[in-house]
């Protein structure tokens, strides 16, 4: 497995107040400690990007989303009822929810906390205050996101084991694998090579997700050249990254735009390598590396999948060619009596 991993920041923050002169300061403060920082200046602009973010939330990952800073005392939509909505959203309930608002009285936390806030920062507040809740709640759903994983991680490779073994037919298990691929782990592309054990040649044999105009050179490559022959030869999975600026990657593009990432992992059965898998994301971050271990696994299983359907291709082929010879056979023995 290769481990040179994308260095991502340490958490994305949204800031949700109408004073700009506040979410400029904690942006300063919280980016010099690492986070990225989504700024929205009115309750109505926090809401629209909760939609965003609920709509390509899938599985158990919220993509582009850590923690919510939230101001309560906002014109139209306020705190509150930007809490209730995150904490009423299946998709995005999990994510850590700290009110930091002027308002001190007894009765406005009690509110915070039945909306479901998962901390309360009066201002004016101290740095260290505000950086130590923020480590807390993203520690807190670190955990939580860890054990929703790998429930994720287990159905997705029970789902792509079963439908890559629900057919002998070659074609089949590829389309089958791939559209489950997609489907659990909401990637964008994958591409699957088989290699012929004679002439180590790796061909394309399905693929899904790109837009039209594959590369003729992405199409057939040998074992041992480029990404898809290297992991062949090592049996070593491959993550790269900012693909777009790969001259290896150039001309692959996905149907809803470019890619950024590309995880490729062996295609095994027992100790013996049938092909690669290349699977792409949008993200740059989006691989790391849990999920190219979870790859290996199915790329495991999918392997296994694909030699039984090469196996029961190839006896096919055997009985076709048995019954003609003792047809042929046959015949001679009729013609002999005559």
């Not at 904690?26 to 690492?34: Q, S, T, V």
């Not at 090579?193 to 003729?216: C, E, K, N, S, V």
């Not at 290996?296 to 060619?321: C, P, R, W, Y």
């Amino acid at each position: 497995m290769d481990n040179s991993w994308p260095k991502a920041p340490r958490g994305t923050i949204l800031v949700v107040d109408d004073d700009k002169g506040t979410v400029e300061l904690i942006r300063m403060m919280l980016e010099m400690r690492g986070y990225k920082i989504v700024p929205a200046y009115a309750g109505q602009e926090a809401m629209a990007l909760l939609d965003q973010v609920a709509e390509r939330t899938t599985g158990w990952k919220v993509p582009g989303l850590d923690l919510i800073l939230l101001d309560i005392m906002m014109p139209g939509v306020d705190g509150f009822k930007i809490c209730q909505r995150v904490k009423d959203d299946p998709k995005l309930c999990h994510i850590p929810v700290i009110m930091v608002t002027a308002l001190e009285r007894t009765s406005d936390k009690i509110a915070a906390v039945e909306f479901g806030a998962d901390d309360y920062i009066t201002k004016p507040f101290q740095p260290e205050e505000l950086a130590a809740s923020i480590k807390a709640k993203l520690q807190v759903k670190a955990r939580e996101e860890s054990l929703l994983r790998r429930i994720h991680e287990l159905s997705t490779l029970n789902a792509v084991a079963s439908a890559a073994s629900y057919s002998l037919d070659l074609r089949q298990v590829l389309a089958n694998a791939t559209e489950r691929l997609i489907e659990h782990m909401d990637v964008d592309a994958v591409a699957v090579f088989l290699l012929d054990d004679r002439t180590q040649d790796l061909t394309l044999a399905h693929q899904q997700g790109f837009a039209p105009g594959m590369p003729a050179y992405r199409r057939h490559t040998k074992s041992g050249v480029g990404v898809v022959g290297q992991v062949a030869h090592t049996q070593k999975s491959v993550l790269r990254v900012d693909i777009g600026k790969d001259p290896e990657f150039e001309g692959v593009m996905g149907k809803k735009g470019p890619l950024q990432a590309c995880a490729v992992v062996p295609l095994r059965s027992s100790d013996r390598t049938i092909g690669v898998l290349e699977v792409y994301h949008h993200d740059t971050y989006y691989f790391d590396e849990l999920s190219l271990a979870l790859l290996e696994e199915i790329g495991a299983q999918v392997g296994v999948a694909v030699e039984n359907a090469q196996l029961f291709q190839h006896t096919q082929i055997l009985l076709i060619k048995s019954s003609a010879l003792s047809q042929v056979a046959g015949e001679g023995g009729l013609n002999s009596g005559d």
